[in-house]
């Protein structure tokens, strides 16, 4: 072991103290405010649990090892019983391995923290790296760059087949499971087999016509709306005659009623865009277990709708801010001046410059931009001059040089994507798309700054 060589653990068996210092779990740990996100984390709970719950390092290392390693809760704590580096970024002073099968906490556990902890938690944790990245004066907040993008959900991509036959596979497993609480020498007539020779008919056939296709979606509401009658019958009677039953198996009455209300809603939409023949449905759910996705129209090559989070984002010397996250859709030209005001928040001061794409360039917001002094890549309005003078001509020449540096934030969202597993929204809980998308441009940010560190 050198001299200059500083042991991360105190026992490292049977590694013999063999350690890289340049590792990045280890830089990066000297990049976040442990402390001050201790403190925030404790406070979500109350004082009589201070002394058994996990630690918020823990906590939170591993919500940041998902975002750079790209992996889910289970993988996530098999990587950390694998690497001892990663082990003390989270916290620990020795290394803890992985006994009886039994790991460091259950994979349960950080689904229940994201909940308890929510978006508040993550946006503590991005104002605190802003603050480190503002003390080490690798941002200075002069040019802000603004775009929007979308963040796929994690569902299958929909039509009203699958749809429909997903809602009446749902149902006809509810029927069941209710049926045995009731009576399990009840025979209900569910026609699952039946509809499911259909469903299989329609996804064999390679070339679908319309007539085909607008027959199979009539078949398939017809056994929906039959199966999901017999439901609610079922449901009636269940409360009734067990009144005290709250769970069917781990799954609350309350939960089933709240599915059951989302299948309606879908049944009357398919309904609706058959009986008016594709009439367009506001609000349209694309999604049986996740009712929240919107499709979002974005005319992309090859995507022409994408099913996801929409997100403003600012992009502030090359690192990356979270403005707006939802997944109904919204007009990102009218939400300049909540941007601009984010920034001031941020930074103390509005930018010199901001660039953007068209969407962005109406009147409301030129005046804006031409009260506070702020430039931009906009073109002028109106029609060309046929002989510009000197300073129109270096005026367009200083739109076009902005226009080509605004196109770095392309480049951030599809690192984002790409290495801060961004590529799909996986976390389901309430809120669980802000918070993701938000510590997923957080992790960005720290990767950027591991290159100064």
């Not at 906590?59 to 580096?85: K, S």
């Not at 103390?348 to 931009?369: C, F, M, V």
Request: charge should be positive.
């Amino acid at each position: 072991m050198y001299l200059n060589q500083l042991p991360i653990f105190k026992e490292l068996s049977p590694y013999s103290g063999g350690i890289d210092t340049n590792n990045r779990w280890i830089k990066l740990a000297s990049l976040i405010p442990w402390e001050e996100m201790e403190g925030i984390y404790r406070r979500s709970f109350s004082k009589c649990k201070q002394s058994v719950i996990k630690p918020g390092r823990l906590m939170l290392g591993l919500m940041i090892g998902e975002m750079f390693v790209q992996t889910d809760d289970r993988d996530i704590l098999e990587y950390f019983h694998e690497n001892p580096y990663f082990q003390y970024f989270c916290g620990q002073e020795s290394f803890v391995p992985k006994l009886d099968g039994k790991s460091i906490c259950h994979p349960s556990l950080l689904s229940k923290r994201r909940k308890r902890l929510g978006k508040k938690y993550t946006s503590e944790f991005e104002r605190l790296v802003l603050e480190m990245l503002k003390e080490k004066k690798m941002i200075k907040g002069n040019r802000l760059v603004l775009d929007a993008t979308v963040f796929p959900v994690n569902i299958s991509y929909p039509n009203d087949v699958k749809l429909l036959n997903s809602t009446r596979e749902w149902a006809c497993e509810t029927i069941l499971r209710v049926k045995q609480l009731l009576d399990p020498a009840l025979k209900i007539r569910t026609y699952r087999r039946v509809a499911r020779r259909t469903y299989l008919s329609y996804c064999k056939k390679r070339r679908k016509k319309k007539v085909f296709i607008n027959k199979t979606i009539k078949q398939m509401i017809r056994f929906t709306a039959r199966n999901m009658a017999q439901l609610e019958s079922l449901l009636s009677e269940l409360e009734i005659k067990c009144s005290a039953v709250t769970h069917i198996g781990k799954t609350s009455l309350g939960a089933i009623q709240i599915t059951l209300h989302t299948a309606k809603i879908i049944l009357e939409q398919k309904t609706h865009r058959v009986s008016t023949r594709g009439a367009r449905i506001k609000d349209r759910i694309v999604s049986l277990h996740k009712p929240q996705v919107r499709p979002i129209v974005r005319g992309k090559e090859g995507k022409n709708v994408e099913f996801g989070a929409k997100t403003q984002v600012s992009n502030v010397d090359g690192f990356a801010f979270l403005d707006d996250c939802q997944y109904d859709n919204f007009n990102e030209g009218i939400r300049l001046a909540s941007s601009l005001e984010k920034h001031r928040q941020r930074f103390g001061k509005l930018p010199n410059e901001t660039l953007s794409d068209q969407i962005y360039a109406t009147r409301d917001n030129r005046a804006l931009l031409a009260a506070e002094a702020i430039e931009h890549n906009w073109p002028d309005l109106g029609r060309p001059k046929s002989n510009p003078d000197e300073p129109t001509k270096k005026r367009k020449a200083a739109t076009r040089k902005r226009q080509r540096q605004r196109n770095c934030i392309e480049g951030v969202f599809g690192t984002v994507k790409s290495h801060c597993n961004l590529e799909k929204i996986t976390w389901s809980i309430s809120t669980g798309e802000t918070m993701q998308v938000q510590l997923g441009l957080v992790t960005f940010n720290l990767r950027k700054a591991l290159n100064y560190a």
